[in-house]
T-cell receptor, first 116, second 110 residues
Framework: GAVVSQHPSRVICKSGTSVKIECRSL??????MFWYRQFPKQSLMLMAT?????????EQGVEKDKFLINHASLTLSTLTVTSAHPEDSSFYIC????????????FGPGTRLTVT | GENVEQHPSTLSVQEGDSAVIKCTYS??????FPWYKQELGKGPQLIID?????GEKKDQRIAVTLNKTAKHFSLHITETQPEDSAVYFC?????????FGTGTRLLVSP
């Protein structure tokens, strides 16, 4: 149980284009989903928190117009990196918190984004 | 805001030995402390967690202890195996967001 999927697992795009990453909770409903970014050999950096049906809350320093988050349902959240640049290349990971669990977060497998 | 310190940053053990990773948190309101295992190129996997009303929790070879007074919590892995090699992250939260430690790279040599 508590499986979270992400799609795609890897994506290469050209500078200036936009990329959408999907995060799905497969066997549970999630009130809240989180998006993280991770650089090589570093810890996870929270980018934003999204609740179903409401606007995402972004962490300080994260550009909301660049990283668009949509939490369309209790099982799906999407992150769109708009006008991507090479510095946006990173490992993006989502997590989901179950409806019946106030604290637990289950993570997806991550998406490796490379912007050329 | 909450700050979580994690030590050591790297840990090398022989197969069969025990491994201990320690974390310290700053926010006394924190009440949930999960541990995650991350293998190369993958997302973190929740391996064990503990809530503030419990001092110790065990699941087979893995155990976590919590000292709320000292704001310390630790991960204990016994009888380590090569497949335990990974990066381990501690985290804490009092309400919404998880705050992660800096990670410990565990290497178990056969």
């Amino acid at each position: 149980g508590a499986v979270v999927s992400q799609h795609p697992s890897r994506v290469i795009c050209k500078s200036g284009t936009s990329v959408k990453i999907e995060c799905r909770s497969l066997d549970f409903q999630a009130t809240t989903m989180f998006w993280y970014r991770q650089f090589p050999k570093q810890s996870l950096m929270l980018m934003a928190t999204s609740n179903e049906g409401s606007k995402a809350t972004y962490e300080q320093g994260v550009e909301k117009d660049k990283f668009l988050i949509n939490h369309a349902s209790l099982t799906l959240s999407t992150l769109t990196v708009t006008s991507a640049h090479p510095e946006d290349s990173s490992f993006y990971i989502c997590s989901a918190r179950p409806l019946d669990g106030p604290y637990e977060q289950y993570f997806g497998p991550g998406t490796r984004l490379t912007v050329t | 805001g909450e700050n979580v310190e994690q030590h050591p940053s790297t840990l090398s053990v022989q197969e069969g030995d025990s491994a201990v990773i320690k974390c310290t948190y700053s926010d006394s309101a924190s009440n949930y402390f999960p541990w995650y295992k991350q293998e190369l190129g993958k997302g973190p996997q929740l391996i064990i967690d503990i809530r503030s009303n419990v001092g110790e929790k065990k699941d087979q070879r893995i155990a976590v202890t919590l000292n709320k007074t000292a704001k310390h919590f630790s991960l204990h892995i016994t009888e380590t195996q090569p497949e335990d090699s990974a990066v381990y992250f501690c985290a804490s939260t009092g309400f919404q967001k998880l705050v992660f430690g800096t990670g410990t790279r565990l290497l178990v040599s056969p």
